[in-house]
């Protein structure tokens, strides 16, 4: 495909604060053995596009832990593969950094060198699962500057006030994008995925930096809906916008059924992430487990319901856990009862203890604790 994909890092902590202080949001853990980066990586794999470049912003290393050469999705290429763009430094000290204009700017050799004609932009806080060939099919179809994806399907209040929307006329035609505006009558779920030549990126970057602005979306995009002929691209499946603690929570649990594991994995080509060799997960006879998604190097003895474990969690006789999310190597000892919890990396939870949350917004524990 004569696309190059570009994954721009630029969501803020505070969307997950909760489970981002070791790491950027598209490094947090998602679906018992995921990342929120596999699923705009993987859908740029299966969409043909093997030119993917990172724009990375900072806590970046366990993200590029995870990526390492990139060859979980067959990126480690010698023409093209993955590329880490670091994030733009000031040449005067104390100098604020603004906005991800100067990421693309201080990367611009990066752009004007690759021989791809369109580029492919998303965000890493959109989970689902797309095929970028029939999007810039209807690009060129309809003759557009940018495509801009967007759901069709309706969305709550509440991501629409924590999120991007777009309205569009009845030739789908973009007329007006608000971010998180109070009032979402008329207004799709924007994805934050965009198609357009490369060209006109560098020119609208180019603008931008000339003009003082310094934010891709407000500037270069939504300042510019009367000067260039914007059209939207719906999409009707499955999608998760993952920008607070409720809606990672909500999401997750989504993947509990069944229709929905299926259509996130497995519509339109597989989601790939990092390989960790790791045995089959043990059951003892004492443990009961019921409607869990449940990783690998598990060692389940306990009882484990309506509840998501990632690889290696170990859940002891007498503990039970229930609609949780337990991330990679977390103990669970004897006697414990855990309800609406959220468990980051490597935490310990000792004999006994009860810890509940709500369903509208859970307990968390952060990563490395000890309770």
Not at 1 to 28: C, S
Not at 301 to 327: P, Q, T
Not at 335 to 356: F, I, M, P, S, Y
């Amino acid at each position: 495909m004569d696309a190059m994909g570009i994954i721009n890092l630029n969501d803020p902590d505070g969307y997950i604060h909760e489970l981002t202080q070791y790491r950027p949001p598209a490094g947090v853990p998602f679906g018992g053995r995921y990342r929120l980066i596999d699923f705009p990586l993987s859908n740029l794999v299966n969409s043909g596009i093997t030119n993917v470049g990172i724009l990375i912003q900072h806590k970046y290393r366990s993200l590029m832990d995870h990526l390492r050469s990139g060859k979980e999705w067959d990126l480690a290429r010698k023409r093209d593969g993955l590329f880490l763009l670091p994030p733009a430094t000031s040449a005067y000290p104390g100098e604020v950094h603004r906005g991800d204009v100067e990421n693309f700017l201080s990367n611009m050799d990066y752009l004007i060198r690759n021989r791809q004609k369109y580029v492919v932009i998303s965000g890493a806080i959109t989970v689902c699962n797309m095929n970028y060939r029939q999007v810039i099919d209807y690009h060129e179809k309809r003759g557009a500057d940018i495509t801009i994806i967007y759901s069709e399907k309706d969305c709550s209040e509440e991501d629409a006030s924590q999120s991007l929307m777009v309205e569009v006329d009845q030739d789908r035609r973009v007329v007006d994008m608000q971010v998180k505006p109070h009032v979402s009558h008329n207004k799709k779920l924007c994805m934050e995925m965009f198609v357009m030549e490369k060209k006109l990126l560098i020119s609208l970057i180019r603008d931008c930096v000339s003009h003082g602005d310094y934010d891709f979306i407000k500037h270069c995009i939504i300042k510019n809906i009367g000067n260039l002929n914007m059209c939207g691209y719906p999409y009707n499946g499955y999608v998760a916008r993952i920008h607070s603690l409720q809606s990672y929570y909500k999401h997750n649990m989504d993947l509990l059924k069944p229709e929905v594991w299926q259509e996130l994995f497995f519509r339109e080509g597989f989601i790939y992430t990092k390989v960790k060799d790791e045995p089959p997960s043990q059951y003892f006879e004492s443990a009961e487990t019921s409607n869990s998604l449940v990783s690998g190097g598990c060692r389940i003895a306990g009882k484990v319901e309506n509840s998501i474990l990632f690889r290696g969690v170990k859940v002891a006789e007498g503990a039970y856990v229930k609609n949780s999310i337990i991330m990679q190597k977390c103990e669970i000892a004897a006697g414990t009862v855990l309800e609406n919890v959220v468990c980051d990396k490597d935490v310990q939870v000792a004999a006994g203890k009860h810890l509940r949350g709500d369903a509208h917004y859970p307990f968390v524990i952060k990563k490395g604790m000890v309770i």
